[in-house]
T-cell receptor, first 114, second 112 residues
């Protein structure tokens, strides 16, 4: 079975631009979470979606938004990019949104803001 | 105080020995705990998942959880050079079940 897929793999954007990152969960998984990982740190939680509803939001500005589609895929949007948004953006999927469900990560999207 | 704390390392262990990785957490409401392995430039890979006090074994890996001490550990037996990576500890609470909180990771190096 295919794992979590993300696109694109790498992205270079300029300050002030907008970016959309995409994620497809493991088949049968209904929950998708987004994380930001900067070098030397653990992933930081941005959003979780379950059954197309936002179930949690981390401490990120309103420039960050996301949505989940009927097929459970998801998009993360970041507006007005800042240099500090440069990071590895990770998508993780799980069967459901509860605490006892394991999350499996995709390969990530490396975003560089210049 | 960080919610999940790990020693950043590097932790150097000879090949064939037991590697012991430790993690503490501050939220007593944390319900489940995860260990992820992350190779440089790659995404985290789930190694172990535990939510009951005690030990959980899977192959060469054993996760240990002590909720009274708010302590989680990962033991890797018969360490191999391929185990050299950063190991991330993460917790998830019932009160904010959607949020997994990660530590900064421990860098493990297995020397031949």
């Amino acid at each position: 079975d295919a794992g979590v897929t993300q696109s694109p793999t790498h992205l270079i954007k300029t300050r002030g631009q907008q970016v959309t990152l995409r994620c497809s969960p493991i088949s049968g998984h209904k929950s998708v979470s987004w994380y930001q990982q900067v070098l030397g740190q653990g992933p930081q939680f941005i959003f979780q979606y379950y059954e197309k509803e936002e179930r949690g939001r981390g401490n990120f500005p309103d420039r960050f938004s996301a949505r989940q589609f009927p097929n459970y895929s998801s998009e993360l949007n970041v507006n007005a990019l800042l240099l500090g948004d440069s990071a590895l953006y990770l998508c993780a999927s799980s069967l459901a949104g509860g605490a006892t469900y394991e999350q499996y990560f995709g390969p990530g999207t490396r975003l560089t803001v210049t | 105080q960080k919610e999940v704390e790990q020693n950043s390392g590097p932790l150097s262990v000879p090949e064939g020995a037991i590697a012991s990785l430790n993690c503490t957490y501050s939220d007593r409401g944390s319900q489940s705990f995860f260990w992820y392995r992350q190779y440089s430039g790659k995404s985290p890979e789930l190694i172990m998942f535990i939510y009951s006090n005690g030990d959980k074994e899977d192959g060469r890996f054993t996760a240990q959880l002590n909720k009274a001490s708010q302590y989680v550990s990962l033991l890797i037996r018969d360490s191999q050079p391929s185990d050299s990576a950063t190991y991330l500890c993460a917790s998830r609470g019932i009160s904010s079940a959607s949020k997994i909180i990660f530590g900064s990771g421990t860098r493990l190096s297995i020397r031949p």
